[in-house]
Structures are given as structure tokens and as C-alpha cells.
């Protein structure tokens, strides 16, 4: 998964414009994402690999939903297209009632960067800047002032335990600060939506539970809805619904109460 690329001239500002009209009146009561008989091939020489074979899916909004499944499920993939860092080969993908394959590179990098916060394995700090450069970034090309940026970028850095290391840069935190900047900075445009991808796959067990725990809050305090795509069986505990891939399809989906894996406690 890499991060998405912000455009740096549109060659149709009326387009976006009236893009950014309509979807700034979407409602809020609807669900947050509309997976409809998704379809995705990829090509490997010779070999055809079908990696989403008519998936279809519905995200409520203030959900958390985690995505499992064995390597080659297809999770990444639908993870992806939930993202709109891909496009189905058949199918709909719906994020806030816009089918994001209908967009422009211009209007899919707005909704990108207001719409939804994403979080990386491997964080994707900056390594030249500081935590509260990092986490302003996404603020700037969202067009805020950098005073905008940089008073909101405080409150959301003290908001996840990092008030105190706002000028530190990456090298100088430790696997689970980092982490931590990457989920205030996947938060620093109000998104609708977060997407972690394997949030605790590059951290210890006690941190893992630290991040889990940061993630079901702000999901239970912001009303963000949150979807992960993890390995991790702690996640369980903090999911409302879990999804499972087998082969490219929904194996099946699980609400919490009914998962038949102990995972012990790890949030409300």
C-alpha cells in the first residue's frame, strides 16, 4: 500500500469545483463505503491472478471493521479499492456516496486527503521533518494557514501522548511514537474515514495493544469510522464487525459477539 500522490496543477478547476460543492452537501447518515460486485485481475506473465472475485460490502459510518484473512485473500486489495488507491476491473466502489472510479485524478486526490486518513505499517514519517511537520502536511495541501496547521496540529499530537515531542524528528522516537504521529497526522484533516494497514505489524505486543486501544478511542470519541486490514488477532476485540477473505471473495462476516477466537481484552 503506498500513499496517494496530491496533484500539484488542475487543468479543470471549474470541474473540482463543482465536484467539491456536491460532495461537501453528501449526507451524513449514509454509510461510509459501498463495495458492489468488485471484480479485480492482475496479470503476472502468463498467469491471471483473480485477487477480488465479486465482492460486495457495506461500511457503516462510526464502524470499526477490521479485514482478515490469509496472504493472498484479496484483503489488501479490497483495502485498496476502499481507498481509492486502485480501481475495480468490475464493479462499484462508494465513498460517501461518490463512486470514486467516476473521478478525475484531481477530485479523487480532494477526497483523498479530506475524506479519508490513512496509516501505514511501516508509518511513512518524513524523516527530515519533525513530528508536527509531519503531521501538518496533509493540512497544507488541504489548504489550511500554517498557523491552521500548526495550532491543529499541536492539539492532535497531544490528543495521541505526543504533546511533549511535537519537534523530534522520526529517528529520535521510538517504533510506537512513531506510529503514533502517523495516526495524528491520519487524523489532522477530520477525516470521515481512517485505513490502517497492519498499524501494529511493525511493533511489539504491549505497543500493538497501545495503538489498538488509541484507535477504538478516537473512533468511540470522534465518531470517525475506522477499517483495518491486519493480522493481528487483538484487533478483534476492538472490531464491531470482522470481515473474512478467503480466495478473493467474503468468506464471511462476523459481528464481534460471535467471533470464536479468544483474543483476551484489549479495549472496550
Known sequence: MTAPNIPVSNPHPDRLARFIERIAGTSSTGD?????????????????VKAL?????????REYLSIMGPSGSG??????????????????VFVDDVDIAELDPFELAWLRCRKIGYIFQSFNLVGAMSAIENVMLP??????????ALNRGVEILTRVGLGDRCLHKPAELSGGQQQRVAVARAFANE???????????????????DIISLLKEMNQEMGVTVISNTHDHKM???SDRIVWMVDGRIDRIEDRANVRIDVGEVGA
Not at 461510509?32 to 491471471?48: H, L
Not at 472475485?53 to 459510518?61: A, C, E
Not at 489488501?76 to 486502485?86: A, E, K, Q, R, S
Open 75 to 92: 484483503k489488501t486489495t479490497l483495502f485498496n479499492m476502499m481507498g481509492g488507491l486502485d480501481k475495480p476491473l468490475l464493479g462499484q
Open 53 to 61: 472475485n465479486g465482492v460486495n460490502l457495506t461500511v457503516q459510518r
Open 139 to 148: 493540512m497544507v495541501f488541504a489548504g489550511l494557514t500554517s498557523e491552521e
Open 32 to 48: 461510509a463505503v459501498r463495495v458492489i460486485d468488485v471484480a479485480k485481475e492482475y496479470v503476472m506473465g502468463k498467469t491471471t
Open 236 to 238: 478483534l476485540d476492538v
Open 191 to 209: 477525516p470521515a474515514i481512517i485505513l490502517a494497514d497492519e498499524p501494529t505489524g511493525n511493533l511489539d505486543l504491549v505497543t500493538g495493544q
